[in-house]
């Protein structure tokens, strides 16, 4: 039986994870699940899955959560510190499904007692990652891709050498204002940018899939996982979701991975590595889809995409600066204090004013300057929002 830990078990990743597992329940032996506000949610799956532990982010969730777990022999415990300590019970398999950089801990515990770590959670590499990848070799674990993109490149490379790749090519839809005029962008509002359309995820992702600011974490995602240089990474927009990324190699050729746009194919990769099982996802019919189309990204449309570069050619602690103004200037627009264009605005800032303090960005990268740099972020973004961004 595998042991099996889930990070973020309540939301979209967390609960296409338990899908599979739920499918063959004989095969795994559930140690820890977390979530936050949806306490129902976690313990009805804490007692299904006979877990442990069960933990909520929030401190005082825990009188609720005990209660929803009466009667059963699940633990329950909560906050980030509970989170971290689940993390630190010995498992075969992690899955790291929390959304933003609240993942990276958990995620290095995991790592640390040499957890395989299912990574969706690509804010921690965009974070922290040489930490990470350092902390997984040290600790002889491994991280497996979760994200759909990464994934596919993953699978792209098997029995190949990472040093004859020339480029990795990786796609976006779009999102849900790719063909909006640009005029119409600036007022956009936070129910439009929820939606998806070919994707059902949770709703940060997905509004920053309609900003492409996740297309700019899953670029330097790529770089820190696979070790490629920022100038081998292109973006290509193909509306269909159906060629998750393509690898280039020195001879010319193009490996890519085909798929029907469902994160059930990442996560049961990841669970059955390094064998491939039956996973229940659509079959292509690819002529019944008929044609794939690609088109290059247009920076006056996604000015989000572009800052990917900047981050990493700046390198140090500028991933975690980045990350951090991200998720302020996602809350300040969700919370309606800045439009949706405002964002990359609003980040671009934040990561000008860091680089302007001298040595921030330049120091080693430890867990502790990680989130010192995470932290200065958000209140810069918060200053700069206070201040009216135009
Ligand atoms: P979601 O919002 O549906 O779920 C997030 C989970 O994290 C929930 O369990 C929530 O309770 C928990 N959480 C939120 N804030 C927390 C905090 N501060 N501390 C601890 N736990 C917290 O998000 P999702 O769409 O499942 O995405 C999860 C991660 O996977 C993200 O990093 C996302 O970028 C990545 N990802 C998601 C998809 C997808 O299809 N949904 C695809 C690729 C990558
Ligand atoms: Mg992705």
Redesign the pocket.
Request: glycine share 16%; aromatic share 6%; no cysteine.
């Given at each position: 039986m595998k042991k099996i830990s889930i990070?973020?078990?309540?939301?979209?990743?967390?609960?296409?994870t338990i899908d599979l597992i739920r499918r063959a329940p004989e095969d795994y032996d559930i140690v820890a699940l977390?979530?936050?506000?949806?306490i129902a949610r976690?313990a009805a799956d804490a007692r299904d899955l006979r877990a442990q532990v069960a933990v909520?982010?929030?401190p005082e969730l825990l009188d609720d959560l005990r209660a929803a777990l009466a009667g059963s022999d699940v633990e329950a415990a909560a906050g980030?510190q509970a989170?971290a300590e689940a993390a630190n019970r010995p498992a075969d398999w992690v899955m790291?499904?929390?959304?933003?950089?609240?993942?990276l801990v958990?995620g290095l515990q995991a790592l640390k007692q040499g957890a395989t770590l299912a990574l969706?959670?690509?804010?921690?590499l965009v974070c922290a990652g040489d930490l990470l990848m350092t902390t997984a070799r040290a600790h002889n674990a491994r991280i497996l891709p979760?994200?759909?993109?990464h994934s596919a490149i993953f699978q792209a490379l098997i029995g190949e050498d990472i040093s004859e790749v020339e480029r990795i090519i990786i796609t976006a839809s779009g999102g849900a204002f790719r063909d909006w005029p640009l005029e119409d962008l600036r007022d956009a509002t936070v129910a439009q940018a929820s939606s998806h359309p070919n994707?059902?995820?949770?709703?940060?992702?997905?509004i920053?899939s309609a900003s492409m600011f996740?297309k700019a974490?899953?670029v330097i995602e790529a770089k820190e996982f696979f070790g490629v240089s920022p100038d081998q990474i292109e973006v290509l927009v193909h509306p269909q979701s159906i060629v998750h990324a393509l690898v280039g190699f020195r001879d010319g050729a193009l490996m890519s991975h085909l798929g029907a746009p469902d994160?059930r194919h990442?996560i049961g990769y990841a669970l059955h590595w390094p064998k491939r099982r039956d996973l229940p996802v659509d079959r292509l019919d690819l002529a019944a889809l008929g044609q794939l189309s690609f088109v290059a990204p247009d920076p006056a449309r996604y000015p989000a995409l572009g800052l990917a570069w900047d981050v990493m050619n700046r390198g140090g602690l500028a991933g975690a600066v980045f990350n951090g103004a991200k998720e302020r200037a996602l809350d300040h627009f969700i919370a309606g204090r800045i439009g949706f264009l405002d964002m990359a605005r609003v980040v671009e800032q934040a990561l000008t004013s860091a680089d302007r303090q001298a040595g921030l960005l330049d120091q080693d990268m430890t867990l502790e300057t990680v989130l010192d740099a995470d932290h200065l972020a958000r209140q810069e973004t918060d200053r700069i929002v206070a201040a009216g961004v135009v």
């Open positions: 990070f973020g078990a309540t939301g979209s990743i967390g609960q296409n977390s979530g936050g506000r949806n976690l909520t982010a929030y980030p989170i790291s499904a929390i959304v933003g950089a609240a993942g958990p969706a959670n690509k804010e921690s979760v994200d759909s993109e994707w059902d995820m949770g709703q940060r992702i997905t920053d996740n974490l899953e994160m990442a």
